[in-house]
C-alpha cells in the first residue's frame, strides 16, 4: 500500500530557514517524479516543485525560485524541501506527492507557519 | 501560466440529487505525449486532497461510480450522479499539462 509520510514543519521567524521530508513506502520510489504542493490557510493548492526519479531535472514556481530547494534520497525513499530566507507568505501546509501530473497519492501535510 | 476557473464556486445540493461542476482552462490541455492531464480532487475537511478522476475521465480505484469526468479541449466537467452526505468537501480539478501545473479556485459542495 502507497504511504507517503510529510515532516519537519513548524514555527520560524522571517528569513528563517526549515527543512521538510517526505518518507515514501509501498512503491519502487526511484521510478517515481515527485513534487512538493502547498495550501496556505483557507486558500487553494499551488504547486512549488517536481523533481525527476534520478534528480537530474529540476523544476521550481517561481515563487519559490532561488530560495526554495528539492531534492531526493533514493536509497532512504525520501523526498525533501529546503527552504531558506522564509517570508510571511510561505505560511501553508505543505503536502508532497506522486507524480507531479497526476497526483496519484498524496502526504499528510505538514504545516509550516512563518511569523515573528 | 495556465488559468483554471471553476463553476459555481460554492454548489449547495439535496442529497440524492444530481450536481455538476465546470472547469475551464485558459490553454487547450493536450500534452505532446496525446493525454489531456486534466485531474479532479476531493478534499474533505481537515483532510488532504484526494484524487477522484485522472485524464479527464478515468475514475481512481475506490472512487463510487456516481462521480465522473468529461471534456475535452479547455472545457471539463465534473459530475456526481446523486449526491450523498460523504460528498461535502472542497472539488479542485487541476491540469499537469503546463509547468507551472495549477489548481482551480475550488468548488465548496454542502447539503442544503
Known amino acids: 500500500q502507497v504511504h507517503l509520510v510529510d515532516s519537519g514543519g513548524g514555527l520560524v521567524e522571517p528569513g528563517g530557514s526549515l527543512r521538510l521530508s517526505c518518507v515514501d513506502s509501498g512503491f519502487t520510489f526511484s521510478d517515481y517524479y515527485m513534487t512538493w504542493i502547498r495550501q496556505a490557510p483557507g486558500k487553494g493548492l499551488e504547486f512549488i516543485s517536481y523533481?525527476?526519479?534520478?534528480?537530474?531535472?529540476?523544476t521550481y514556481a517561481d515563487s519559490v525560485k532561488g530560495r526554495f530547494t528539492i531534492s531526493r534520497d533514493n536509497a532512504k525513499n525520501s523526498l525533501y524541501l529546503q527552504m531558506n530566507n522564509l517570508r510571511a507568505e510561505d505560511t501553508a501546509v505543505y503536502y508532497c506527492a506522486r507524480r507531479p501530473r497526476e497526483l496519484d497519492y498524496w502526504g499528510q501535510g505538514t504545516l509550516v507557519t512563518v511569523s515573528s | 501560466d495556465v488559468v483554471m476557473t471553476q463553476s459555481p464556486l460554492s454548489l449547495p445540493v439535496t442529497l440524492g440529487q444530481p450536481a455538476s461542476i465546470s472547469c475551464k482552462s485558459s490553454q487547450r490541455l493536450v500534452y505532446s505525449d496525446g493525454n489531456t492531464y486534466l485531474n479532479w480532487f476531493q478534499q474533505r475537511p481537515g483532510q488532504s486532497p484526494r484524487r477522484l478522476i485522472y485524464k479527464v475521465s478515468n475514475r481512481d480505484s475506490g472512487v463510487p461510480d456516481r462521480f465522473s469526468g468529461s471534456g475535452s479541449g479547455t472545457d471539463f466537467t465534473l459530475k456526481i450522479s446523486r449526491v450523498e452526505a460523504e460528498d461535502v468537501g472542497v472539488y479542485y480539478c487541476?491540469?499537469?499539462?503546463?509547468?507551472?501545473?495549477?489548481f482551480g479556485p475550488g468548488t465548496k459542495v454542502d447539503i442544503k
Open positions: 487541476m491540469q499537469g499539462t503546463h509547468w507551472p501545473f495549477t
Open positions: 523533481i525527476s526519479p534520478s534528480g537530474t531535472t529540476i
